[in-house]
């Protein structure tokens, strides 16, 4: 096909689907991003909805109209997911996404991205895993750090904190990355960055920022006989970095005491890690801001 004849018409309805089959009316109308493939014989139409900070599909038995709603693939911050729609408590900081879908084999992924240096414009590519629903559509996909791992990381060895699927500021805030001055409204909260300028290749990404009640989480690990962690930060700050298997913090599984004047130090502590496959989420409690560069599990 070189072109279309006739005009385009996609019809976007249906009701969403969230993980544990609840569904609910959400207006996810289209506003731009879009892509169409074959699914099982059916189109599918990708696209990133009004919100802009999610992308979503409709299907059709033709590609020129009749798309029926199908529901949310993936969210910047994971709302939508149990019935969250908080833009300013979101699991991480929105801004716009656009991306993709791909068989791989048997398994299906959607592509995307979320926004570095507090701005739309710099992007960090990321991609999930999708399980499908019954009907042949997709489950919306949770946030992850594992990408294409195709299973949860291995729970030791060294990890970049720019693999980071959720961060906010003190008391679970986030908030969109775009609109009027959006650097200097966020100026308290920790955002992805690099040293030097936003580039394509040989980014040395890391999380900056960190002030008092800033939570960096990362999904999932399969744990095995862990008892250690480090953590790899420089900036100002004077505290500690709390580590917790659940992100109210719980269950903090190592407390690693930061003290840094610019330098940057790697600083460890025992932990007490259960074996299985969880989260883990870094809290910096204390004075300054700490910028996070990577962690290892031993």
């Known amino acids: 096909m070189t072109s279309p004849t006739g005009g385009i018409r996609v019809r976007s309805t249906g009701r969403h689907r969230t993980p544990k089959g609840k569904p609910g009316a959400f207006p996810h109308a289209f506003f731009e991003a879009s892509s169409i493939r074959k699914v099982d014989g059916k189109y599918c139409f990708v696209y990133s909805s009004q919100h802009n900070h999610d992308l979503c599909y409709a299907m059709s038995d033709r590609p020129d109209g009749d798309f029926q709603y199908g529901g949310v693939l993936v969210d910047l911050g994971d709302l ?21 879908l791909l ?27 999708l399980e499908r629903t019954p009907d042949g559509g997709f489950w919306q996909a949770e946030l992850t750090s594992c990408g294409l791992n195709g299973g949860p990381l291995n729970g030791k060895g060294m990890y970049e904190a720019r693999i980071a699927c959720n961060l906010w500021a003190k008391n679970h805030e986030t908030g969109r990355v775009d609109g ?17 300028k936003d580039r394509e290749g040989n980014g040395d990404q890391y999380i900056a920022n960190m002030r008092d009640g800033a939570t ?83």
């Open 180 to 196: 009027k001055r959006p650097k200097k409204r966020l100026e308290a909260h920790p955002y992805f960055t690099q040293t030097g």
């Open 103 to 129: 068989n791989i084999g048997d398994d299906w992924y959607i592509f995307y991205h979320h926004q570095t240096n507090r701005s739309s414009y710099a992007r960090q590519a990321c991609a999930e895993k």
């Open 80 to 100: 939508y997911l149990d019935g969250n729609e908080d833009e300013n408590h979101a699991r991480n900081y929105l801004g716009n996404t656009h991306g993709g």
């Open 216 to 298: 960096a989480g990362f999904k999932y690990f399969d744990f095995r006989n862990n008892n250690g962690i480090s953590v790899t930060v420089c900036g100002i700050a004077s505290g500690e970095m709390l580590v917790s298997v659940d992100e109210n913090f719980r269950e903090v599984v190592a407390g690693i005491p930061v003290n840094v004047d610019g330098k940057q130090v790697t600083l460890s502590a025992r932990s007490s890690i259960s074996d299985g496959v969880k989260p883990l989420y870094f809290m910096f409690r204390g004075t300054g801001a700490v910028d996070f560069i990577a962690f290892e599990l031993k």
